[in-house]
């Protein structure tokens, strides 16, 4: 059954699916944290109320348009941009009091933010979930089933990690973005406003977690709770990857979710703790994570 | 929160519940909280019938809560209209979210009980919250409705008698699935089944229920693997992967709720429905209403308390009437078990005259009663309530709904005495295990 191509293609393409569920997740996760040294327990959070707003906004013009893949992609567009601003205010007003705070103070403070925006959440949208409907066909292939629908995501998260890396590796502000996370001070001194490369990070980070939950709307209702599943998922994959290191999240990512989805085919009631497992070695052998800098650390 | 509906007073929910909608429930919620915080009058306190309502709106569970928490207050403001129990108890509904998590359960029930003073507790919604506070409302004497938590545990090994199942619980459940299935089996010849279940009580619990009677039905057809996946999970490609990959002839799902949902979506998506019959999985009205658009035509699936197979009951009426009337929605399967659960108690009460919580106990001990689903009778050794064990059915679109219900036709309704634990002594046995 192992050596079957359509049951390594099947598993192969779920482990990818997740992994870049978990990717376009924890890539804001770990940027914010890279540059700005703040750790955004309400990252997934943010990312639940983006998909909130995406699904009123499909649901909005999907009754003057249609319900369809177009529609979703122009929610998807106003969604991440809404939260866009959504980040940067939360930056501006609340995340800015955190700088050189001790990680317990930060901790606090994006705690209470889960607190606020999921009872913002009940207030707006009330408890049960909300999810979109789009007639997606299964696709055959290689005598199995597949989602087609697992290539938009594929490709979502493959084109995020390389819009990331020609962002922070080609364009000028993203070398400073480079450059302030190695010295904040000298960044500075060139007469280059910190405060502002600061929102404009954590404002991605926040675009990108929304974009994710546009892009999952048709696979999982969005509903209260989920994020604090999800973000411990998220904290495996960067603690894998190394905070700070969009290649390392991208690979632990790619990991944690193939590994995961075979770990379900060969031993189903040790899938998780397979992850951990990996999360434990490390740990012990490199508590900077696969890609991190010991610097960092 | 509108300002004509500034305070909340126990008298008053008639009004406040009129138009009332979910998000006006958390509202007017934390608008109770504070109101604990407030000296009560010593009148109002002997008056009141205290009751506590322990359901999630955050986790795997709240997209059932939803119909629970609306039922329980239209309900309680039916009878408060009149004056409440006896006509003369006005009913004080305190909220708490469990949030699906049984120890955040044990802490709100304890909070409910020191603090509150109620007298009941009602939903729980999980399985493991029902069992983490049957602990406390042991010790505490306090009376405990599981109206929609099923584990058959509830009402076996964790028995304790301040606890009245008003649900069928996990083992009927199964084995109404079973009868239905065994039949499929036997037609189409099907020899090999996977299992796919919420890593918790209820489905551990029920899909155990479903093994050990499906094994005694129909002995040759073999389980080639069971998948447990977490509460909660939001990704299920790799598990339906796994599922196609054994080729079974069928695969039994023991999952509800929020992730309930996630799976059928995933999973029609990912073509298993194609390729594995999918019989007996959990279908309420829920998913019904939920993914009317998507929920596959055709597909076997089990409900507990469907309102369209007892529109001749006087009760069922009642309550869609009442919900028709305060939501514009039909009563999902998890509001009416919450409607059954506090007209059961009025009738208790109305039946003994007094709302003193061991003469309620009583009263409804081997007490036969009125409900949505006929006249049902509570078992003497476990207080399960002797309603349909499963309804399990065909998905098909109904001229009369704006959703898909059970095809009417071909609908199995199982009694709860052809499934349930066979004896009263059996049931005993269980029971000496808690001790």
């Known amino acids: 059954m192992l050596l079957d191509p359509g049951v390594i293609f099947g598993q192969l393409l779920g482990g990818l699916s997740r992994a870049m569920i978990l990717f376009l997740l924890s890539s804001g996760l770990s940027l914010t944290f890279g540059v700005m040294n703040i750790l955004n327990f309400a990252h997934a959070t943010l990312w639940l109320l983006g998909g909130y707003i995406t699904f009123s906004i499909f649901t909005y013009f999907g009754e003057f348009l249609g319900e369809n893949g177009w529609v979703l992609a122009l929610a998807i567009v106003f969604g991440t941009s809404i939260m866009v601003g959504v980040g940067y205010l939360i930056e501006r007003f609340l995340i800015r009091r955190m700088y050189g705070r001790e990680l317990p103070e930060q901790l606090l403070l994006t705690f209470a933010l889960i607190l606020i925006i999921g009872d913002l959440i009940k207030l707006v949208w009330g408890v049960e979930d909300r999810s979109i409907y789009l007639p997606i066909e299964p696709l055959e292939m290689l005598d199995t089933y597949v989602n087609p629908y697992y290539f938009v995501i594929v490709s979502s998260g493959i084109a995020v990690a390389a819009g990331l890396w020609w962002f922070l590796q080609k364009t000028r502000y993203g070398m400073i973005v480079r450059a302030a996370v190695y010295s904040r001070?000298?960044?500075?001194?060139?007469?280059?406003?910190?405060?502002?490369?600061?929102?404009?990070?954590?404002?991605?980070?926040?675009?990108?977690?929304?974009?994710?939950?546009?892009?999952?709307?048709?696979?999982?209702?969005?509903?209260?709770?989920?994020?604090?599943?999800?973000i411990i998922q998220c904290f495996a994959v960067v603690v894998i990857g190394g905070f700070g290191s969009i290649l390392g999240t991208f690979v632990a990512s790619i990991i944690v979710g193939v590994v995961y989805s075979f770990s379900i085919l060969i031993w189903p009631d040790g899938a998780l703790a397979v992850v951990f497992l990996i999360v434990i070695a490390v740990l012990i052998w490199r508590p900077w994570g696969l890609f991190g800098t010991e610097l960092r650390y | 929160m509108s300002t004509k509906r500034p305070h909340i007073s126990d008298h008053k929910w008639e009004q406040v519940l009129k138009s009332m909608d979910r998000r006006e429930f958390i509202v007017t919620s934390a608008a109770a909280g504070v109101l604990t915080m407030v000296p009560r009058f010593a009148q109002a306190a002997a008056d009141t019938y205290r009751l506590g309502l322990l359901l999630p709106v955050t986790g795997t569970g709240a997209n059932y809560a939803d119909g629970g928490i609306k039922a329980v207050m239209n309900a309680t403001a039916a009878i408060n209209a009149k004056g409440g129990f006896l006509g003369k108890h006005p009913i004080e509904v305190s909220y708490r979210d469990t949030h699906t998590k049984p120890d955040i359960a044990a802490r709100e029930a304890r909070d409910l009980i020191s603090r509150e003073n109620v007298q009941t507790i009602v939903g729980t919604y999980s399985s493991a919250c029902a069992m983490a506070i049957q602990e406390i409302i042991h010790e505490r004497k306090i009376l405990h409705l599981a109206a929609t938590s099923n584990s058959s545990k509830i009402v076996n090994e964790n028995f304790t008698p301040y606890t009245y199942q008003f649900c069928p619980n996990s083992k009927m459940q199964s084995g109404s699935v079973v009868v239905a299935v065994a039949e499929m089996i036997k037609k189409n010849g099907w020899k090999t089944y996977v299992t796919i279940g919420q890593d918790y009580e209820w489905g551990r619990d029920t899909q155990k229920g479903f093994v050990t009677a499906l094994a005694r039905k129909s002995p040759a057809t073999k389980l080639k693997k069971e998948l447990w996946f977490k509460l909660g999970e939001t990704e299920f490609s790799s598990y339906i992967s796994a599922i196609m990959a054994s080729k079974p002839d069928f695969a039994y799902g023991a999952i509800a709720g929020k992730d309930n949902r996630t799976f059928i979506r995933q999973a029609q998506a990912m073509g298993l429905f194609k390729r594995v019959a999918y019989?007996?999985?959990?279908?309420?009205?829920?998913?019904?209403?939920?993914?009317?658009?998507?929920?596959?035509?055709?597909?076997i699936g089990l409900a507990r308390c469907p309102f369209f197979a007892h529109l001749d009951q006087p009760l069922m009426q009642k309550y869609i009437k009442m919900h028709r009337a305060k939501h514009d929605a039909y009563p999902t399967d998890w509001a009416c078990m919450h409607y059954d659960a506090i007209y059961g108690l009025e009738q208790a009460i109305d039946k003994i005259g007094n709302i003193g919580t061991e003469a309620v106990k009583a009263a409804l001990k081997g007490a036969t009663m009125d409900?949505?689903?006929?006249?049902?009778?509570?078992?003497?050794?476990?207080?399960?309530?002797?309603?349909?064990?499963?309804?399990?059915?065909?998905?098909?679109?109904?001229?009369?709904?704006?959703?898909?219900?059970?095809?009417?036709?071909?609908?199995?309704?199982?009694?709860?005495?052809?499934?349930?634990?066979?004896?009263?002594?059996?049931?005993?046995?269980?029971q000496k295990k808690r001790a």
């Open chain 1, 185 to 230: 001070d000298m960044v500075s001194a060139l007469g280059i406003r910190i405060p502002l490369i600061y929102a404009g990070v954590f404002a991605l980070g926040i675009g990108i977690a929304a974009f994710a939950a546009g892009v999952f709307l048709p696979l999982m209702p969005m509903a209260l709770g989920v994020d604090i599943d999800l």
């Open chain 2, 279 to 299: 019989p007996g999985g959990l279908i309420s009205v829920t998913e019904m209403q939920q993914q009317r658009k998507s929920l596959p035509r055709g597909m």
């Open chain 2, 371 to 430: 409900t949505c689903r006929g006249k049902a009778t509570f078992r003497d050794c476990n207080n399960q309530l002797n309603i349909p064990a499963g309804y399990v059915g065909a998905v098909w679109d109904s001229p009369d709904y704006p959703f898909p219900i059970f095809n009417p036709d071909t609908m199995i309704i199982v009694k709860a005495e052809e499934v349930w634990t066979p004896t009263c002594d059996d049931v005993r046995k269980l």
